[in-house]
Protein backbone atom coordinates (compact mmCIF):
# COMPACT_ATOMS: atom_id res chain seq x y z
CA UNK A 1 0.00 0.00 0.00
CA UNK A 2 1.09 3.50 -1.08
CA UNK A 3 0.03 6.23 1.53
CA UNK A 4 0.88 9.81 0.28
CA UNK A 5 0.52 12.91 2.21
CA UNK A 6 -0.06 16.88 1.82
CA UNK A 7 -1.21 20.10 2.69
CA UNK A 8 -3.24 23.42 2.66
CA UNK A 9 -2.78 26.26 0.65
CA UNK A 10 0.72 27.85 1.33
CA UNK A 11 4.22 26.24 2.51
CA UNK A 12 5.20 28.24 6.41
CA UNK A 13 8.45 27.25 5.21
CA UNK A 14 8.60 29.49 2.59
CA UNK A 15 8.96 33.40 2.74
CA UNK A 16 5.91 35.66 2.10
CA UNK A 17 4.33 32.80 0.30
CA UNK A 18 0.51 33.30 1.07
CA UNK A 19 -1.38 32.16 -2.05
CA UNK A 20 -4.39 34.02 -0.34
CA UNK A 21 -3.74 37.50 -0.27
CA UNK A 22 -7.19 39.91 0.12
CA UNK A 23 -8.74 42.52 -0.80
CA UNK A 24 -12.13 43.54 0.95
CA UNK A 25 -14.86 45.11 -0.79
CA UNK A 26 -14.76 48.58 1.28
CA UNK A 27 -11.34 49.47 0.43
CA UNK A 28 -12.60 48.29 -3.36
CA UNK A 29 -15.49 50.47 -3.30
CA UNK A 30 -13.13 53.63 -2.04
CA UNK A 31 -10.26 53.45 -5.51
CA UNK A 32 -11.40 54.62 -8.56
CA UNK A 33 -12.88 52.37 -11.67
CA UNK A 34 -9.20 51.77 -13.02
CA UNK A 35 -7.58 51.21 -9.53
CA UNK A 36 -10.18 48.84 -8.62
CA UNK A 37 -9.45 46.29 -11.73
CA UNK A 38 -5.30 47.06 -11.62
CA UNK A 39 -5.58 46.11 -7.72
CA UNK A 40 -7.58 43.05 -8.93
CA UNK A 41 -4.88 41.96 -11.25
CA UNK A 42 -2.26 42.69 -8.89
CA UNK A 43 -3.33 40.86 -6.06
CA UNK A 44 -4.55 37.74 -8.63
CA UNK A 45 -0.87 37.61 -10.04
CA UNK A 46 0.71 37.52 -6.65
CA UNK A 47 -1.64 35.01 -5.72
CA UNK A 48 -0.97 32.76 -8.41
CA UNK A 49 2.79 33.37 -8.57
CA UNK A 50 2.63 32.04 -5.15
CA UNK A 51 0.88 28.98 -5.92
CA UNK A 52 3.70 28.31 -8.38
CA UNK A 53 6.08 29.02 -6.11
CA UNK A 54 4.44 26.47 -3.61
CA UNK A 55 3.58 23.78 -6.02
CA UNK A 56 7.54 23.83 -6.98
CA UNK A 57 8.56 23.67 -3.17
CA UNK A 58 6.19 20.33 -3.19
CA UNK A 59 8.11 19.06 -6.02
CA UNK A 60 11.23 19.75 -4.67
CA UNK A 61 9.99 18.37 -1.19
CA UNK A 62 8.08 14.82 -3.47
CA UNK A 63 5.03 16.13 -1.96
CA UNK A 64 2.34 14.91 -3.98
CA UNK A 65 -0.82 16.17 -2.61
CA UNK A 66 -2.05 19.99 -2.52
CA UNK A 67 -4.97 21.72 -1.49
CA UNK A 68 -5.14 25.39 -3.16
CA UNK A 69 -6.15 28.47 -1.87
CA UNK A 70 -9.95 28.98 -2.48
CA UNK A 71 -8.88 32.97 -1.89
CA UNK A 72 -6.40 33.25 -4.95
CA UNK A 73 -8.96 35.54 -6.57
CA UNK A 74 -9.80 38.29 -4.61
CA UNK A 75 -13.86 39.45 -4.71
CA UNK A 76 -14.32 36.72 -7.96
CA UNK A 77 -17.79 35.54 -6.63
CA UNK A 78 -19.12 39.33 -5.05
CA UNK A 79 -21.98 40.05 -6.62
CA UNK A 80 -20.79 43.96 -7.45
CA UNK A 81 -17.70 42.59 -8.67
CA UNK A 82 -17.51 39.48 -10.37
CA UNK A 83 -14.82 40.22 -12.88
CA UNK A 84 -12.95 37.79 -15.17
CA UNK A 85 -10.30 36.54 -13.87
CA UNK A 86 -9.70 33.86 -16.57
CA UNK A 87 -8.75 35.89 -19.69
CA UNK A 88 -5.81 38.09 -18.40
CA UNK A 89 -3.93 34.88 -16.69
CA UNK A 90 -4.74 32.41 -19.06
CA UNK A 91 -1.00 31.68 -19.40
CA UNK A 92 -0.31 31.55 -15.50
CA UNK A 93 -3.16 29.22 -14.73
CA UNK A 94 -2.16 26.97 -17.58
CA UNK A 95 1.23 26.68 -16.33
CA UNK A 96 0.11 25.87 -13.04
CA UNK A 97 -1.81 23.29 -14.65
CA UNK A 98 1.22 21.96 -17.14
CA UNK A 99 3.13 21.41 -13.57
CA UNK A 100 0.21 19.46 -11.80
CA UNK A 101 0.52 16.97 -14.81
CA UNK A 102 3.52 16.82 -15.59
CA UNK A 103 4.50 15.51 -11.90
CA UNK A 104 1.40 13.82 -11.64
CA UNK A 105 0.64 15.89 -8.24
CA UNK A 106 -3.02 15.56 -7.07
CA UNK A 107 -4.71 19.03 -6.40
CA UNK A 108 -8.04 20.21 -4.87
CA UNK A 109 -10.29 22.82 -3.51
CA UNK A 110 -12.46 23.07 -0.55
CA UNK A 111 -14.68 25.97 -0.17
CA UNK A 112 -15.78 27.76 2.90
CA UNK A 113 -18.32 26.91 5.32
CA UNK A 114 -20.82 29.12 3.67
CA UNK A 115 -20.94 27.19 0.49
CA UNK A 116 -23.84 24.55 1.81
CA UNK A 117 -27.08 23.55 -0.15
CA UNK A 118 -28.99 22.56 3.35
CA UNK A 119 -30.73 26.40 3.29
CA UNK A 120 -33.95 27.23 3.25
CA UNK A 121 -33.26 30.75 1.34
CA UNK A 122 -32.63 30.30 -2.34
CA UNK A 123 -30.04 33.00 -2.30
CA UNK A 124 -27.80 30.90 -0.26
CA UNK A 125 -27.98 28.06 -2.49
CA UNK A 126 -27.48 30.21 -5.49
CA UNK A 127 -24.34 31.71 -3.92
CA UNK A 128 -23.47 28.64 -3.29
CA UNK A 129 -23.62 27.55 -6.73
CA UNK A 130 -21.35 30.98 -8.05
CA UNK A 131 -19.31 29.57 -5.38
CA UNK A 132 -18.76 26.18 -6.91
CA UNK A 133 -18.79 27.39 -10.58
CA UNK A 134 -15.96 29.76 -9.34
CA UNK A 135 -13.93 27.10 -8.11
CA UNK A 136 -14.63 24.76 -11.00
CA UNK A 137 -13.69 27.57 -13.69
CA UNK A 138 -9.92 27.77 -12.10
CA UNK A 139 -9.39 24.00 -12.46
CA UNK A 140 -10.84 24.34 -15.85
CA UNK A 141 -8.33 27.12 -16.79
CA UNK A 142 -5.39 25.14 -15.33
CA UNK A 143 -6.58 22.21 -17.50
CA UNK A 144 -7.16 19.98 -14.85
CA UNK A 145 -10.87 19.71 -14.05
CA UNK A 146 -11.34 16.09 -15.05
CA UNK A 147 -8.30 14.77 -11.99
CA UNK A 148 -9.61 17.23 -9.45
CA UNK A 149 -11.95 17.41 -6.61
CA UNK A 150 -13.91 20.20 -4.84
CA UNK A 151 -15.00 19.31 -1.46
CA UNK A 152 -17.57 20.33 0.62
CA UNK A 153 -19.43 19.54 3.73
CA UNK A 154 -23.23 18.85 3.75
CA UNK A 155 -24.28 22.05 5.94
CA UNK A 156 -26.55 22.76 8.65
CA UNK A 157 -29.02 20.60 10.71
CA UNK A 158 -31.63 23.35 11.52
CA UNK A 159 -33.12 21.78 13.97
CA UNK A 160 -34.75 18.77 12.04
CA UNK A 161 -31.99 17.28 10.15
CA UNK A 162 -34.24 14.88 8.35
CA UNK A 163 -35.90 17.46 6.43
CA UNK A 164 -32.97 19.22 5.85
CA UNK A 165 -31.25 16.29 3.71
CA UNK A 166 -34.81 16.50 1.82
CA UNK A 167 -33.62 20.19 0.90
CA UNK A 168 -30.12 19.45 0.28
CA UNK A 169 -31.22 17.20 -2.12
CA UNK A 170 -33.42 18.87 -3.58
CA UNK A 171 -31.05 22.05 -3.90
CA UNK A 172 -28.08 19.70 -4.74
CA UNK A 173 -30.13 19.60 -8.28
CA UNK A 174 -29.29 23.13 -8.70
CA UNK A 175 -26.03 22.33 -9.20
CA UNK A 176 -24.65 21.88 -13.30
CA UNK A 177 -23.75 18.20 -13.45
CA UNK A 178 -20.25 18.72 -14.72
CA UNK A 179 -19.60 20.30 -10.88
CA UNK A 180 -21.16 17.71 -9.29
CA UNK A 181 -18.99 15.40 -11.28
CA UNK A 182 -15.92 16.39 -9.55
CA UNK A 183 -17.52 17.14 -6.28
CA UNK A 184 -16.67 15.47 -2.77
CA UNK A 185 -18.54 15.85 1.07
CA UNK A 186 -16.77 15.70 4.37
CA UNK A 187 -18.51 14.84 7.37
CA UNK A 188 -17.91 17.54 10.08
CA UNK A 189 -17.37 18.15 13.65
CA UNK A 190 -21.00 18.76 15.21
CA UNK A 191 -23.30 18.10 12.64
CA UNK A 192 -23.82 15.73 10.05
CA UNK A 193 -21.59 12.11 11.64
CA UNK A 194 -19.55 10.01 8.62
CA UNK A 195 -22.12 7.59 9.28
CA UNK A 196 -24.92 10.17 8.15
CA UNK A 197 -22.16 11.91 5.28
CA UNK A 198 -21.54 8.50 3.79
CA UNK A 199 -25.40 7.85 3.46
CA UNK A 200 -25.69 10.74 1.30
CA UNK A 201 -22.85 10.07 -0.65
CA UNK A 202 -24.13 6.57 -1.50
CA UNK A 203 -27.38 7.72 -2.75
CA UNK A 204 -25.87 10.77 -4.45
CA UNK A 205 -22.97 8.81 -5.68
CA UNK A 206 -20.39 11.51 -4.17
CA UNK A 207 -17.13 10.04 -2.82
CA UNK A 208 -16.84 10.81 0.48
CA UNK A 209 -13.68 12.89 2.11
CA UNK A 210 -13.40 11.42 5.54
CA UNK A 211 -12.13 13.28 8.34
CA UNK A 212 -10.83 11.39 11.11
CA UNK A 213 -10.35 14.04 13.49
CA UNK A 214 -14.11 15.59 13.00
CA UNK A 215 -15.36 12.01 13.30
CA UNK A 216 -13.40 11.63 16.93
CA UNK A 217 -15.46 14.66 17.92
CA UNK A 218 -18.59 13.72 16.62
CA UNK A 219 -18.92 10.14 16.51
CA UNK A 220 -21.51 7.36 14.33
CA UNK A 221 -23.64 4.95 16.58
CA UNK A 222 -22.00 2.74 14.16
CA UNK A 223 -17.71 1.48 14.64
CA UNK A 224 -15.38 3.53 12.34
CA UNK A 225 -13.72 -0.25 11.29
CA UNK A 226 -17.57 -0.78 10.26
CA UNK A 227 -17.79 2.13 7.85
CA UNK A 228 -13.92 2.03 6.66
CA UNK A 229 -14.71 -0.36 3.44
CA UNK A 230 -17.92 1.41 2.45
CA UNK A 231 -16.30 4.87 2.69
CA UNK A 232 -13.27 3.63 0.67
CA UNK A 233 -15.82 2.41 -2.00
CA UNK A 234 -17.82 5.92 -2.49
CA UNK A 235 -14.54 6.45 -4.55
CA UNK A 236 -14.83 3.77 -7.25
CA UNK A 237 -16.70 5.77 -9.42
CA UNK A 238 -14.34 8.45 -9.93
CA UNK A 239 -11.42 6.45 -10.06
CA UNK A 240 -9.37 8.24 -8.07
CA UNK A 241 -7.77 6.90 -5.09
CA UNK A 242 -9.27 7.55 -1.40
CA UNK A 243 -8.84 10.49 0.43
CA UNK A 244 -8.83 11.72 4.27
CA UNK A 245 -8.22 14.76 6.45
CA UNK A 246 -5.56 14.16 9.02
CA UNK A 247 -5.01 16.67 12.06
CA UNK A 248 -5.32 16.79 15.64
CA UNK A 249 -6.95 18.35 18.79
CA UNK A 250 -5.42 21.63 20.04
CA UNK A 251 -6.13 20.20 23.66
CA UNK A 252 -8.82 18.19 25.56
CA UNK A 253 -10.64 21.51 25.55
CA UNK A 254 -10.41 22.82 22.45
CA UNK A 255 -11.02 19.57 20.71
CA UNK A 256 -12.21 20.35 17.62
CA UNK A 257 -9.36 22.86 17.03
CA UNK A 258 -6.46 21.90 14.94
CA UNK A 259 -3.09 21.78 16.45
CA UNK A 260 -0.11 22.82 14.73
CA UNK A 261 1.11 19.19 14.63
CA UNK A 262 -0.66 16.09 13.76
CA UNK A 263 -0.25 13.78 17.13
CA UNK A 264 0.85 10.35 15.73
CA UNK A 265 -0.44 8.64 18.78
CA UNK A 266 -4.06 10.40 18.01
CA UNK A 267 -4.17 8.98 14.28
CA UNK A 268 -2.01 5.51 14.57
CA UNK A 269 -5.69 3.78 15.56
CA UNK A 270 -6.97 5.04 12.07
CA UNK A 271 -3.90 3.20 10.58
CA UNK A 272 -4.48 0.39 12.09
CA UNK A 273 -7.95 0.00 10.78
CA UNK A 274 -6.96 0.97 7.18
CA UNK A 275 -4.22 -1.71 7.11
CA UNK A 276 -6.50 -4.56 6.61
CA UNK A 277 -7.87 -2.82 3.20
CA UNK A 278 -4.80 -2.86 1.23
CA UNK A 279 -5.64 0.14 -0.47
CA UNK A 280 -4.13 3.13 -1.77
CA UNK A 281 -4.76 6.27 0.12
CA UNK A 282 -3.70 10.32 0.06
CA UNK A 283 -4.11 11.92 3.47
CA UNK A 284 -4.79 16.01 3.26
CA UNK A 285 -2.89 17.29 6.93
CA UNK A 286 -4.87 19.86 7.97
CA UNK A 287 -2.93 20.76 10.85
CA UNK A 288 -1.96 24.65 11.06
CA UNK A 289 1.55 24.38 10.46
CA UNK A 290 0.79 22.76 7.13
CA UNK A 291 3.96 21.56 5.29
CA UNK A 292 5.98 21.14 8.27
CA UNK A 293 3.30 19.59 10.09
CA UNK A 294 3.16 17.00 6.72
CA UNK A 295 6.86 16.06 6.77
CA UNK A 296 7.29 15.63 10.16
CA UNK A 297 4.13 13.14 10.59
CA UNK A 298 5.37 10.96 7.49
CA UNK A 299 9.22 11.05 9.25
CA UNK A 300 7.01 9.53 12.16
CA UNK A 301 5.17 6.97 10.74
CA UNK A 302 8.09 5.49 8.70
CA UNK A 303 9.32 4.95 12.26
CA UNK A 304 6.76 1.79 12.34
CA UNK A 305 7.43 -1.47 12.09
CA UNK A 306 7.15 -2.39 8.52
CA UNK A 307 6.45 1.57 7.32
CA UNK A 308 8.96 2.49 4.29
CA UNK A 309 9.55 5.90 3.37
CA UNK A 310 9.40 5.97 -0.31
CA UNK A 311 9.69 9.45 -1.19
CA UNK A 312 9.41 12.98 0.24
CA UNK A 313 6.04 12.42 1.90
CA UNK A 314 4.87 9.23 0.16
CA UNK A 315 4.66 5.46 2.75
CA UNK A 316 5.33 1.94 1.73
CA UNK A 317 2.80 0.49 4.33
CA UNK A 318 3.37 -3.42 4.86
Known amino acids: MIYRFGFVSHATNLWDASPAKTLTFSRYKEMTKEARLQKLYDITEANLNHTLRTIHYNIGHEIDLYRMSSSIVPLATHPEVMWDFTSPFKGKFLEIGELVKKHHLRVSFHPNQFTLFTSSKDEVTKNAVIDMEFHYKMLDAMGIAEDSVINIHIGGAYGDKEQTLIRFYHNLTTLPTHIKKIMTLENDDKTYTAEETLAVCQKENIPFVFDY????????????????????????????????????????????SHADMVDVHFVKPLFDMLRPLQLDIDFMIEAKLKDQACLKLVHELSNIRGVKRVGGASLEWK
Do not use: V
Not at 225 to 238: H, N, Q
Open 213 to 256: HHHMANLSSISLEEMLPAIMATWKGRGLKPKIHLSSPKSDNAFR
